[in-house]
T-cell receptor, first 116, second 113 residues
Framework: DTGVSQDPRHKITKRGQNVTFRCDPI?????LYWYRQTLGQGPEFLTYFQNEAQLEKSRLLSDRFSAERPKGSFSTLEIQRTEQGDSAMYLC??????????????FGSGTQLSVL | DQQVKQNSPSLSVQEGRISILNCDYT??????FLWYKKYPAEGPTFLIS?????DKNEDGRFTVFLNKSAKHLSLHIVPSQPGDSAVYFCAANLITNAGKSTFGDGTTLTVKP
């Protein structure tokens, strides 16, 4: 088990282009999360899946953002018509759902997006 | 409105001494609190957690204290080691959506040899 992996590690794109990131979670985890982190701030929740169902999306997630998790395995996060404000570290995390609040997240190393 | 705050952006301590990292929260409905550690170019990794029904949890050199009345928690590292130098994030979970954590902005800990 190699943990959560994300691809690519870095992405540089021009404003207006579309980008797609991939996340492969820990295989036995049924929940998958996307977070965004900007410099000097903590991770901010974007969206999450339980198996293949997308259960919640943050108000931060504009309609230019879409995420999928086909067959409850890997996930993709697509950003259409990128803007400079989209520049951030995009973190994927997975977890085994717990009935109470002690659900700890296992994070990947993130994809650093730079929009020029 | 930031519900989880870490008011000290940085902390520097001498090797062997105690490191104390602080975190304040505003939402009394938070049920679980977690600390994550982050090294450069890596994602955060889970360190220790505490339930809202407890006031202390220990794991080796790491102890988390929770003061519910003050809405305050702290992470104590004793003794501090140079390898502990990292960014530490405090996070809080609601029982209704445990993995949707609310994070503070982090405290950068530097442990000097």
């Amino acid at each position: 088990d190699t943990g959560v992996s994300q691809d690519p590690r870095h992405k540089i794109t021009k404003r207006g282009q579309n980008v797609t990131f991939r996340c492969d979670p820990i295989s036995e985890h049924n929940r998958l999360y996307w977070y965004r982190q900007t410099l000097g701030q903590g991770p901010e929740f974007l969206t999450y899946f339980q198996n293949e169902a997308q259960l919640e999306k943050s108000r931060l997630l504009s309609d230019r953002f879409s995420a999928e998790r086909p067959k409850g395995s890997f996930s993709t996060l697509e950003i259409q018509r990128t803007e400079q404000g989209d520049s951030a570290m995009y973190l994927c995390a997975s977890s085994r759902h717990m009935d109470r609040g002690n659900e700890k997240l296992f994070f990947g190393s993130g994809t650093q997006l730079s929009v020029l | 409105d930031q519900q989880v705050k870490q008011n000290s952006p940085s902390l520097s301590v001498q090797e062997g001494r105690i490191s104390i990292l602080n975190c304040d929260y505003t939402n009394s409905m938070f049920d679980y609190f977690l600390w994550y550690k982050k090294y450069p170019a890596e994602g955060p990794t889970f360190l220790i957690s505490i339930s809202s029904i407890k006031d202390k949890n220990e794991d080796g050199r790491f102890t988390v204290f929770l003061n519910k009345s003050a809405k305050h928690l702290s992470l104590h590292i004793v003794p501090s080691q140079p390898g502990d130098s990292a960014v530490y994030f405090c996070a809080a979970n609601l029982i209704t959506n445990a993995g949707k954590s609310t994070f503070g902005d982090g405290t950068t800990l530097t442990v000097k040899p």
